[in-house]
């Protein structure tokens, strides 16, 4: 008699194989260079074939994360477990939380390593599933599972990454459940009462080492905006103003208009006497093994503050935000490619390009890293073209169909059922150093991706 796990085996090979059909036959139906030439007119951003694969690759992730992806140790969120941090798909017994050395956390000296931010965004994408298939009940016991979990790591959501409040918001849109509005409440609460400052109008943190102030760009205008959202929807007036005031602070000091990006992360954020300084520099520190580089600019983090600009639009209605998001949008598309981020020979963005000066008034001149490539993160610029896209009669289809080819066939990796975290410039894993590559799948990028490919078939734009 076949054992349980190699029918569950043998059933992923048949979908993996699946999936290899579909793809070789959207690339027989031409679709394999991303378009030339960005499209004025509307035109439909999905077609019946892209759909078909978009379905089987979301459904060949969420099983693997169903079957591979729970650590059930004790230690992890007391008793009730969580996501590993990644895998290396068929290894028996499974390999996973794997460093960038290939060591896993099982043969280091170090603690097991858990990120509830991944438990976040698999309960997000399970709600998406079951909005669209509400009569599916396959992922049902992931679904408790996860959302228990989720509530135990966010029972204080003392944290500062802004794209936190529009993910409890979508889940309260899409569960009903208020839990998630509350505590989309309390977040933008403690964006407010914590991190705000007033006398700067700004959003920032201190340190010993860093006592006048520093900051990720990212983040902060992430949280502005979530205060915007959350003042306009919970009436609170001072919420919105101290938003306001915060991303016309990031505009004038972190953004480089000639380029329209803005600096990943600021340092000497106020003067002596605690006011604004208005020409930060930008961060640079070393911490351990890692180099802190703020003048680097990585897609995974342009995605999100376009994202969270759309989603003030959203619910404000204010031309502004808009404009300011497709200004943010319009230079990374392949026609315009202002600052040489997307690969024009192998499609998709390289991982970062890096802007060597002092401060934004200097930035230096841009370099480009074009030796790698972040897979999972920049797959949420697919999500930003979409949503963009439903709010401007598909400004950016061509954008969203060429992201979405490079997302199936060079970002999804079929033999591991995922998305690995980097690749090479030519899609290929990352070699090790002492033998082997980096072929593991992480819950973070497939988390992204997911995401990303479930807005496709959302009816409203966020």
Same mark, same amino acid.
């Given at each position: 008699?076949?054992?349980?796990?190699?029918?569950?085996? =043998?059933?992923?090979?048949?979908?993996?194989?699946?999936?290899?059909?579909?793809?070789?036959?959207?690339?027989?139906?031409? +679709?394999?260079?991303?378009?030339?030439?960005?499209?004025?007119?509307?035109? %439909?951003?999905?077609?019946?074939?892209?759909? &078909?694969?978009?379905?089987?690759?979301?459904?060949?992730?969420?099983?693997?994360?169903?079957?591979?992806?729970?650590?059930?140790?004790?230690?992890?969120?007391?008793?009730?477990?969580?996501?590993?941090?990644?895998? =290396?798909? +068929?290894?028996?017994?499974?390999?996973?939380?794997?460093?960038?050395?290939?060591? @896993?956390?099982?043969?280091?000296?170090?603690?097991?390593?858990?990120?509830?931010?991944?438990?976040?965004?698999?309960?997000?994408?399970?709600?998406?599933?079951?909005?669209?298939?509400?009569?599916?009940?396959?992922?049902?016991?992931? &679904?408790?599972?996860?959302?228990?979990?989720?509530?135990?790591?966010? @029972?204080? %959501?003392?944290?500062?990454?802004?794209? &936190?409040? $529009?993910?409890?918001?979508?889940?309260?849109?899409?569960?009903?459940?208020?839990?998630?509005?509350?505590?989309?409440?309390?977040?933008?609460?403690?964006?407010?009462?914590?991190?705000?400052?007033?006398?700067?109008?700004?959003?920032?943190?201190?340190?010993?080492?860093?006592?006048?102030?520093?900051?990720?760009? $990212?983040?902060?205008?992430?949280?502005?905006?979530?205060?915007? #959202?959350?003042?306009?929807?919970?009436?609170?007036?001072?919420?919105?103003?101290?938003?306001? !005031?915060?991303?016309?602070?990031?505009?004038?000091?972190?953004?480089?208009?000639?380029?329209?990006?803005?600096?990943?992360?600021?340092?000497?954020?106020?003067? %002596?006497?605690?006011?604004?300084?208005?020409?930060?520099?930008?961060?640079?520190?070393?911490?351990?093994?890692?180099?802190? #580089?703020? +003048?680097?600019?990585?897609?995974?983090?342009?995605?999100?503050?376009?994202?969270?600009?759309?989603?003030?639009?959203?619910?404000?209605?204010?031309?502004?935000?808009? $404009?300011?998001?497709?200004?943010?949008?319009?230079?990374?598309?392949?026609?315009?490619?202002?600052?040489?981020?997307?690969?024009?020979?192998?499609?998709?963005?390289? @991982?970062?390009?890096?802007?060597?000066?002092?401060?934004?008034?200097?930035?230096?001149? %841009?370099?480009?890293?074009?030796?790698?490539?972040?897979?999972?993160?920049?797959?949420?610029?697919?999500?930003?073209?979409?949503?963009?896209?439903?709010?401007?009669?598909?400004?950016?289809?061509?954008?969203?169909?060429?992201? &979405? #080819?490079?997302?199936?066939?060079?970002?999804?990796?079929?033999?591991?059922?995922?998305?690995?975290? !980097?690749?090479?410039?030519?899609?290929?894993?990352?070699?090790?150093?002492?033998?082997?590559?980096?072929?593991?799948?992480?819950?973070?990028?497939?988390?992204?991706?997911?995401?990303?490919?479930?807005?496709?078939?959302?009816? !409203?734009?966020?």
């Amino acid at each position: 008699m076949q054992s349980a796990g190699s029918f569950s085996q =043998r059933c992923r090979e048949h979908r993996w194989l699946v999936i290899l059909v579909l793809l070789l036959l959207l690339s027989a139906c031409g +679709g394999q260079q991303p378009p030339q030439r960005e499209q004025t007119t509307p035109q %439909p951003t999905t077609s019946p074939m892209n759909q &078909l694969i978009v379905q089987s690759v979301i459904m060949d992730m969420l099983n693997n994360i169903k079957e591979n992806g729970y650590n059930a140790d004790g230690s992890i969120n007391a008793g009730k477990g969580g996501l590993w941090i990644n895998w =290396r798909y +068929g290894t028996r017994p499974l390999v996973t939380n794997l460093n960038g050395s290939g060591v @896993a956390d099982s043969e280091g000296s170090g603690h097991l390593r858990h990120d509830p931010l991944t438990d976040l965004r698999y309960v997000h994408a399970l709600w998406l599933y079951k909005t669209l298939r509400p009569g599916d009940t396959h992922f049902d016991g992931e &679904l408790a599972r996860y959302s228990a979990i989720v509530r135990y790591e966010f @029972a204080a %959501p003392d944290n500062e990454r802004g794209w &936190l409040y $529009d993910m409890f918001i979508d889940l309260y849109r899409l569960s009903k459940d208020t839990f998630y509005r509350d505590t989309a409440k309390e977040l933008a609460q403690y964006f407010f009462s914590k991190l705000y400052h007033p006398e700067a109008r700004a959003i920032y943190k201190v340190s010993p080492d860093h006592a006048r102030g520093f900051y990720r760009v $990212d983040l902060s205008l992430e949280a502005a905006c979530a205060l915007i #959202q959350a003042g306009t929807v919970f009436n609170k007036p001072e919420w919105t103003q101290a938003g306001r !005031q915060v991303v016309d602070t990031l505009y004038q000091t972190a953004y480089l208009a000639q380029y329209h990006v803005f600096l990943t992360q600021m340092d000497n954020a106020t003067l %002596p006497d605690g006011k604004l300084n208005p020409d930060p520099l930008i961060y640079r520190a070393r911490h351990g093994s890692t180099n802190i #580089q703020g +003048g680097s600019v990585r897609l995974g983090a342009v995605a999100q503050e376009i994202l969270s600009l759309l989603h003030v639009y959203v619910v404000t209605h204010e031309r502004a935000f808009l $404009d300011r998001a497709t200004t943010l949008l319009d230079p990374l598309t392949a026609t315009q490619n202002l600052v040489g981020l997307w690969d024009k020979v192998e499609g998709g963005y390289f @991982a970062a390009v890096t802007f060597p000066g002092a401060d934004a008034r200097n930035p230096g001149i %841009p370099g480009v890293n074009e030796h790698y490539k972040e897979s999972g993160r920049q797959v949420q610029m697919l999500e930003a073209f979409r949503v963009a896209n439903s709010l401007t009669h598909n400004r950016y289809a061509a954008m969203q169909n060429a992201l &979405l #080819q490079v997302t199936l066939k060079r970002i999804y990796y079929a033999p591991g059922h995922g998305i690995l975290y !980097q690749t090479t410039a030519d899609w290929h894993p990352v070699p090790l150093k002492q033998g082997g590559q980096q072929d593991w799948v992480t819950t973070e990028a497939m988390g992204i991706a997911l995401e990303s490919l479930f807005s496709l078939s959302e009816p !409203q734009p966020w």
